[in-house]
């Protein structure tokens, strides 16, 4: 059913040259990078410009206005995302109608802003720019409610007319204005556009506002008096179909075909021959076809002829009768000469109820996938896709979400909205989602952060896991080693975990301070997530009950980081310095057991010392202190085990 | 589409490579000038070269970016038969406020002895490797095992393809149920000497690459090649750049159990345009892999995407109009007025270039000045503006709206 039309692509023109040079470019996340160069080593040679194009995609997203429209259509596509399956067909009905309706409003509301900005700008190019949004939206928002009529409110005959001459007043709005033109005039029923008024009054079905406008001119022509009065009751006779009301459809058939014979009898008798315009009014309503077709210039559309055609001819047109009525209208409006437009295709597409027809002419038509995506998504829902024989069915509202989705992922701001729109693809949504997100650049904490959320949410662990290493790595280039921890905690990074934390014990030896100490005193079982971390945690431990005199405390666990080897060997002169002051207090800390094991752990450091031998290149300073502060433990150790000894030893009275 | 803004690159020689960071925030460049720039983008979108430097001795071809994992790290290759690898180092703070940036070179990979042609990191999950083939027909495979001393790389695998080395692609796949895969393309010209695209893939047990397919089909030239991002799916795309643009599909034939060999992978052609006319020199994928770029000797640069029932269409292109912009310098912004001109804009939304085009091709572009008056805004939109100049636009649209507004929508209110 696809039928393969090749056409040109289109072009973009690109400031370069264009003959023996080559384009070379790079795909950006919104854009691509166009550039001059020469691929052939050996071949053509001359200057290339080096300059570097950045085409964009599409500008649309880029509107103020428009993000708006993103923004307010994201609300209703995920509330009809959530419409339960299960609700009985008829409330489903109503509930797809008035979402339509609320696309449709949002539209609107759209349309009127950027007609504002259009008219306040001073920049002409810009007032130009929101002139041909408008002009898109007012096609897209024109196309939708035909859709809504025929496809999601499914009008039968009889409704179907009033719905589609709603439609045709709402989109034709310019009598309005004519008409309050003619009406704040000083003598309206002179005024030239007068009779333009009434008859598009009548054209559109608005009879009392048609008679309302003949009374003034009938005050005027006192001797054509009765003339007036004969257009007056035939305007008020003509019967409407009222929905749900008591009469059926053929009673009101029969009671319109009275008033039809009625009218052509006026015009057999020639009862308006006087009068040039009155008797086009009265065949106007005999619906003439000739007369018709006279006021191209007041009925400005085919679509418009369509409807005022079906309303003084068939009032009573069934659905499936439209696409015969649509395609005579549109032959017989437009010029042998002139081809129908992209929208007369798309309009008489819909009448023809070929949906599929509709979403593919506007895709190519409309300069957004917003509209397209949207529309299919709530057609797909009414399940109007599959029962129009459609066998891709959801595969086409998937690759039109896809695509608009992943345009708004390019914006800034706006690439949020799309993970919504992502989650409701069930086939590549996800798999979209992540290529997508983990290229949102990670400008501030509070960005990554916010990524962060949306990919936890979906437990999508690699993307959490890379955020938080790029996080880390960007942290500790900029020696924030306390960012950088807690990045690389929360991406469960062992390695580099332990990577950082030798950085923070580096510091400390260096300053004697730790930096970041609420983080590392509020690790808890993150600790655990490196060895070198838990001692790190702990060894802050170690500072904390010293700086609170908990000395025993203290000093069972500064052991206790060595017999355990939790510290690493090369930190153990460290530890053993830090043990010196716990020594030289005047009571005794260190039990004599554990005075024993610190002499161990001291034995066990200086014999791999100097199992390392003379390949050390240590100078003889370093060698020297060295070597003094070993004295200096044996000597405090020894003191200390005498004193513990003795204490021991000694029976408390 | 249309040129946002143009940047002077100021290179003094012809630029090989422009390469954007993983999240498009930096770019870098590379020319035959023997220097890379590195360009970073402001938040009102304009491009700022941070650092230049001479890199190599001779031209530098592809310049690639590593994942932000490892940090801000770059790698270069070279017609001075090396590849290099460079880290940026966060400087004084007075340097940051200039705007600049220091990079510093980590290492000087010499094990080439021929032009380096190509340089690609392997995907993340593999760690930190780097890739390089060159004109003497051997790819190399190196690994930095210590991530926080780049000065440190060790050669893992080198892998002679026998024929002279273009371009290498890795499969970006980071499912468990593929084994680590790249594909290189060799620009040799003669035919016999058999298909220019070799597979090769990891093997556990020998620890060892192995070449698990040659595309017989394509015995010309191959002057780039690109795995598409895997969305999930079982087999495997491959875009190919010769004498025309081609795109392969491979798809892993079921193992038998006891078989320790590479994949045997069934070779599909999905699609294949030769409306470059002559060689394409470069293909690459978007990030979702829906669009493909290539660019030929016809001097085009054409997308092409594939509607959802799988059919690949060129969709744009983008083509130098004859008027290089000479004398471009000084500040990039200056330029963005010039070619963003909203006339061309808005003929191309009205042309569909943005969304129909990659969906369907148009029945029918619809051309200047046609009877386009349905999507005009309603006559009572527009005040009358007769002293007002003929716009040179496909919609005559008067530029001075009335501030009348729209109807509202009754229907619509009330819920």
């Known amino acids: ?653 | 589409m249309f040129v946002a803004r143009s940047i002077a690159a100021d290179h003094k020689d012809l630029i090989h490579d422009v390469s954007y960071d993983f999240h498009g925030r930096r770019m870098a460049t590379c020319s035959s000038d023997q220097s890379v720039k590195v360009w970073d983008k402001t938040e009102n979108g304009e491009w700022h070269c941070t650092a230049s430097w001479k890199t190599h001795s001779g031209s530098v071809w592809r310049v690639t970016w590593a994942h932000p994992e490892f940090g801000q790290v770059l790698a270069s290759c070279s017609f001075d038969r090396t590849a290099a690898v460079w880290e940026e180092i966060v400087g004084e703070s007075n340097d940051k406020q200039r705007g600049l940036s220091h990079w510093i070179k980590r290492t000087t990979l010499v094990d080439s002895r021929t032009s380096v042609t190509d340089v690609k990191f392997a995907p993340k999950h593999m760690g930190l490797m780097l890739t390089t083939c060159s004109a003497d027909g051997v790819v190399r495979i190196y690994e930095a095992p210590d991530v926080m001393n780049l000065s440190q790389w060790s050669l893992q695998h080198e892998i002679s393809c026998k024929l002279s080395c273009s371009c290498i692609s890795w499969n970006p796949s980071s499912s468990r149920a593929h084994p680590p895969m790249f594909a290189v393309g060799s620009d040799d010209n003669n035919v016999s000497c058999g298909g220019k695209v070799q597979i090769y893939e990891y093997n556990e047990n020998t620890r060892k690459y192995s070449k698990a397919e040659t595309l017989m089909t394509v015995t010309d030239a191959v002057h780039d090649i690109a795995f598409a991002p895997n969305l999930g799916r079982s087999f495997h795309v491959l875009a190919i750049a010769t004498k025309d643009v081609r795109i392969f599909k491979l798809v892993p034939m079921r193992k038998e159990s006891t078989s320790t060999g590479p994949t045997m992978f069934e070779v599909q052609i999905v699609a294949q345009f030769d409306n470059h006319n002559s060689q394409v020199w470069r293909v690459s994928w978007n990030i979702t892999s829906t669009l493909l770029a290539s660019s030929g000797d016809d001097g085009c640069v054409r997308l092409w995407k594939a509607n959802y029932m799988d059919n690949w269409k060129c969709t744009g292109i983008l083509k130098g109009d004859g008027s290089p912009l000479t004398g471009l310098s000084g500040q990039p912004t200056a330029m963005s007025t010039m070619m963003g001109s909203s006339v061309q804009t808005s003929q191309n939304a009205i042309n569909g270039m943005s969304a129909g085009r990659y969906f369907f091709p148009p029945l029918e572009p619809p051309t200047v000045g046609t009877r386009y008056g349905h999507l005009l805004p309603p006559s009572s939109l527009i005040e009358h503006c007769e002293a007002e100049p003929v716009q040179p636009q496909p919609l005559a649209l008067p530029h001075r709206l009335s501030s009348k507004t729209l109807l509202s929508l009754p229907e619509a209110e009330g819920q």
Request: negative net charge; charged residues 25%.
């Open chain 1, 1 to 653: 059913m696809m039928e393969e039309v090749d056409v040109e692509p289109a072009v973009t023109n690109i400031p370069a040259a264009n003959a023996g040079k080559h384009l070379g470019f790079a795909w950006g996340p919104g854009d691509i990078l166009v550039y001059e160069t020469l691929y052939k080593s050996a071949g053509a040679k001359g200057p290339c410009s080096s300059a570097i194009h950045e085409v964009r995609k599409d500008e649309d997203i880029y509107s103020p206005i428009l993000r708006k429209l993103f923004n307010e259509s994201h609300h209703i596509f995920v509330g009809l995302q959530t419409i339960r399956e299960d609700l009985p067909s008829k409330n489903k009905k109503s509930q797809f109608v008035s979402i339509s309706k609320n696309y449709r409003s949002v539209i609107r509301a759209c349309m009127e802003e950027l007609q504002q900005a259009a008219v306040s700008t001073k920049d002409s190019e810009v007032a130009t720019q929101y002139g041909n949004q408008v002009s898109i939206l007012l096609a897209i928002e024109l196309i939708w409610n035909l859709c809504e009529v025929l496809f999601i409110d499914v009008a039968h005959a009889g409704v179907l007319l009033l719905q589609l001459l709603d439609w045709v007043r709402l989109h034709k709005a310019d009598v309005d204005e004519k008409a309050s033109e003619v009406l704040q005039s000083e003598s309206p029923a002179e005024h030239r556009n007068y009779w333009d008024v009434v008859v598009s009054y009548v054209l559109q079905g608005r009879l009392e506002e048609a008679r309302q406008m003949l009374i003034k001119q009938a005050t005027l022509q006192p001797a054509a008096r009765n003339m007036y009065k004969l257009m007056d009751s035939l305007l008020s006779k003509m019967p409407f179909y009222t929905p749900g009301g008591i009469q059926t459809l053929t009673e009101f058939e029969v009671k319109w075909r009275h008033w039809h014979d009625e009218v052509d009898r006026c015009l057999q008798d020639n009862s308006f021959a006087s009068n040039q315009h009155l008797e086009f009014i009265c065949k106007i309503l005999v619906g003439d076809e000739d007369t018709l077709l006279a006021h191209k210039d007041l009925l400005g559309t085919w679509y418009h002829f369509l409807v005022t055609r079906l309303l003084f001819c068939h009032p009573t047109v069934k659905p499936t009768e439209l696409h015969y009525y649509a395609q005579s209208c549109m032959t017989m409006f437009l010029d042998s000469r002139s081809v129908p437009e992209p929208l007369d295709n798309i309009l008489l597409a819909a009448f023809e109820f070929d949906i599929h027809q509709v979403i593919k002419d506007c895709s190519i038509a409309l300069n957004n996938w917003w509209f397209v995506a949207h529309l299919t998504d709530l057609l797909d829902h009414c399940h109007l896709l599959q029962s129009h024989n459609l066998h891709f069915g959801s595969n086409l509202r998937e690759f039109l979400l896809l695509e608009y989705a992943s345009g708004l992922f390019t914006h800034n701001s706006l690439w949020q909205l799309a993970v919504d729109y992502f989650d409701h693809c069930p086939e590549f949504g996800r798999v979209y989602l992540e290529l997508q997100i983990e290229r949102v650049p990670l400008d501030t904490e509070h960005k990554a952060l916010k990524v962060l959320r949306i990919c936890e949410k979906r437990q999508m662990s690699e993307q959490v896991r890379s955020i938080c290493k790029i996080m880390a790595m960007r942290a500790l280039r900029n020696n924030r080693l306390g960012s950088a921890l807690s990045w690389s905690i929360r991406a469960k990074d062992a390695a580099f975990a332990t990577l950082i934390s030798e950085r923070f014990l580096q510091d400390y030896c260096a300053r004697g301070t730790f930096s970041d100490l609420d983080l590392i005193d509020n690790l808890g079982p993150a600790m655990l997530l490196s060895d070198r971390l838990t001692f790190l945690g702990k060894y802050r431990e170690f500072h904390k009950l010293y700086g609170e005199n908990r000395f025993r405390e203290a000093a069972k666990l500064l052991l206790s980081l060595m017999t355990a080897k939790i510290a690493p060997r090369s930190f153990w002169m460290t530890l053993l310095t830090d043990a010196l002051p716990l020594l030289e207090q005047k009571e005794v800390i260190f039990s004599a057991d554990q005075t024993h094991e610190l002499m161990f752990c001291l034995e066990e450091l200086t014999s791999s010392l100097s199992n390392t031998g003379p390949g050390t290149d240590r100078t003889m300073q370093e060698e020297d202190i060295e070597t003094t502060k070993v004295e200096l433990l044996r000597l405090a150790l020894a003191r200390n085990l005498a004193m513990a000894i003795v204490k021991e030893g000694t029976v408390e009275s």
